[in-house]
C-alpha cells in the first residue's frame, strides 16, 4: 500500500485494496445540474462532495480504506484525503474516488513574489476542479504514462499532464472558451510561484505550446480523447525540465536578485519567460521591471 505520508499532497493516489481484488462498481455520483453534459462517456467512479456529505454513499470498501489510511470517523478520514486541496483522485485497480472539496475551490490566490504579496479571486471552479480529477481516471491506463517519463522528476508528473489534457479536451467539447483553458495553466504557473514550488503539476511546458493555436486545439478536441492526447503530445518528448527547474529555483526562491541566474541556453529562458508571463501579468505583476530583476 502506498504510503500516506508521501501522497498526502497529491491529487493522485494509487492504492491498493487490502480485501482483495474490486469488482468494477458501476455507481457514479454525478451532479448532472452542475455538468449538463454528463451523458458524454464518463468513467466510473464514485464522487463524493465534502460540502454534501449526507450525500456521500461511499462502497463499504471505499470507507475501510479511507479509514485504514486516515483512522478516524469517516469525516474527519475525508478531510484528511484532500487535505485542503480541492480535488483529489483515489485509484484501486479498475475502481475509483474522487473527493471534491468545494471551500478548497473558493479559497483566492495569493502569491508572493519579490516581498510583494498579490492576491487574485480563484480561477479554479467545480467544473474544471472535477474535470481534471476525472482525467485521471479516463487516462489511468494511457500509453503514454510508460512513455513520458521524464528522469529525476517529480513522480506521477505525467499523470497530471494527461488529467489536464483530459481536462482540455472536455471542456473543448462542451465549447469552452480561450480564457477558460488558459485558467488552467494559470494555476499551474501559481503553483510554482508558491513558497512550496509544485513542479508536479507544473504542466505549462505541455499546456503552453497548445494554447497558440486555439483553432487546431478546437479540431483536435472532436477525436477520441486517445487521438487528442496522441495529436497535443505528438511533438513534444523533449521537454528541457531541468533548464527550467534551474531557473524556477532560483527565481522563486527568497534570494537577492544580484544573485546571478544558472547559464542556460537563450531560447530555453524565453521559453521559460514566455510560460510565465501571462500569468504574471494576470497577477497584476510589473513584468519589464520583474523581469528585468530576474535577468530574464
Given at each position: 500500500?502506498?504510503?500516506?505520508r508521501?501522497?498526502?499532497?497529491?491529487?493522485?493516489?494509487?492504492i491498493?485494496?487490502?480485501?482483495?481484488k474490486?469488482?468494477?462498481?458501476r455507481?457514479?455520483?454525478?451532479?448532472?445540474?452542475?455538468?449538463?453534459?454528463a451523458?458524454?462517456?464518463?468513467?466510473?467512479?464514485?464522487?463524493?462532495?465534502?460540502?454534501?456529505?449526507a450525500?456521500c454513499r461511499?462502497s463499504?470498501?471505499w470507507?475501510?480504506?479511507?479509514?485504514?489510511?486516515?483512522?478516524?470517523?469517516?469525516?474527519?478520514s475525508?478531510?484528511?484525503?484532500?487535505a485542503?486541496?480541492?480535488?483529489?483522485?483515489?485509484l484501486?485497480?479498475?475502481?475509483a474516488?474522487?473527493?471534491?472539496?468545494?471551500?478548497?475551490?473558493?479559497?483566492?490566490?495569493l502569491?508572493l513574489?519579490?516581498?510583494?504579496?498579490?492576491?487574485?479571486p480563484?480561477?479554479?471552479?467545480?467544473?474544471?476542479?472535477y474535470?481534471?480529477e476525472?482525467?485521471?481516471?479516463?487516462?489511468?491506463?494511457?500509453p503514454?504514462?510508460a512513455?513520458?517519463?521524464?528522469?529525476n522528476?517529480?513522480?506521477?508528473?505525467?499523470?497530471?499532464?494527461l488529467?489536464?489534457?483530459?481536462?482540455?479536451?472536455h471542456?473543448?467539447?462542451?465549447?469552452?472558451?480561450?480564457?477558460e483553458l488558459?485558467?488552467q495553466?494559470?494555476?499551474?504557473?501559481i503553483?510554482?510561484?508558491?513558497?512550496q514550488?509544485?513542479w508536479?503539476?507544473?504542466?505549462?511546458?505541455?499546456?503552453?505550446?497548445?494554447l497558440?493555436?486555439?483553432?487546431?486545439?478546437?479540431?483536435?478536441?472532436?477525436?477520441?480523447?486517445?487521438q487528442f492526447?496522441?495529436a497535443?503530445?505528438?511533438?513534444?518528448?523533449s521537454?528541457?525540465l531541468?533548464?527550467?527547474?534551474?531557473?524556477?529555483?532560483r527565481?522563486f526562491a527568497?534570494?537577492?536578485?544580484?544573485?546571478?541566474?544558472?547559464?542556460?541556453s537563450?531560447p530555453?529562458r524565453?521559453?521559460?519567460?514566455a510560460m510565465?508571463s501571462?500569468?504574471?501579468r494576470?497577477?497584476g505583476?510589473d513584468?519589464p521591471?520583474?523581469?528585468?530583476?530576474?535577468?530574464?
Amino acid at each position: 500500500m502506498t504510503s500516506a505520508r508521501t501522497r498526502r499532497h497529491q491529487a493522485y493516489w494509487p492504492i491498493r485494496l487490502l480485501v482483495g481484488k474490486p469488482a468494477l462498481l458501476r455507481v457514479a455520483f454525478l451532479l448532472v445540474a452542475l455538468l449538463p453534459t454528463a451523458a458524454m462517456a464518463i468513467p466510473t467512479h464514485q464522487l463524493c462532495r465534502l460540502d454534501r456529505l449526507a450525500d456521500c454513499r461511499l462502497s463499504a470498501r471505499w470507507q475501510q480504506v479511507l479509514q485504514s489510511l486516515w483512522p478516524g470517523d469517516l469525516n474527519q478520514s475525508l478531510h484528511h484525503a484532500i487535505a485542503g486541496q480541492g480535488g483529489v483522485t483515489l485509484l484501486a485497480d479498475e475502481d475509483a474516488l474522487i473527493l471534491l472539496n468545494p471551500e478548497g475551490i473558493k479559497r483566492n490566490h495569493l502569491v508572493l513574489l519579490d516581498e510583494t504579496l498579490y492576491e487574485q479571486p480563484s480561477l479554479r471552479n467545480y467544473r474544471s476542479t472535477y474535470y481534471h480529477e476525472l482525467g485521471h481516471v479516463a487516462s489511468r491506463h494511457s500509453p503514454w504514462l510508460a512513455k513520458i517519463q521524464p528522469r529525476n522528476w517529480p513522480e506521477h508528473w505525467q499523470r497530471e499532464v494527461l488529467a489536464d489534457l483530459y481536462l482540455y479536451w472536455h471542456l473543448l467539447r462542451e465549447g469552452a472558451t480561450p480564457s477558460e483553458l488558459w485558467a488552467q495553466l494559470h494555476l499551474r504557473n501559481i503553483g510554482l510561484m508558491q513558497a512550496q514550488p509544485d513542479w508536479q503539476h507544473w504542466t505549462t511546458p505541455v499546456l503552453y505550446p497548445l494554447l497558440q493555436d486555439f483553432t487546431q486545439l478546437q479540431r483536435w478536441s472532436q477525436r477520441p480523447l486517445a487521438q487528442f492526447i496522441d495529436a497535443a503530445l505528438a511533438d513534444n518528448h523533449s521537454w528541457p525540465l531541468h533548464a527550467y527547474r534551474r531557473l524556477g529555483q532560483r527565481q522563486f526562491a527568497l534570494t537577492g536578485s544580484s544573485v546571478a541566474q544558472p547559464y542556460l541556453s537563450a531560447p530555453q529562458r524565453q521559453q521559460w519567460t514566455a510560460m510565465l508571463s501571462p500569468t504574471l501579468r494576470w497577477l497584476g505583476v510589473d513584468l519589464p521591471a520583474y523581469l528585468a530583476r530576474h535577468q530574464l
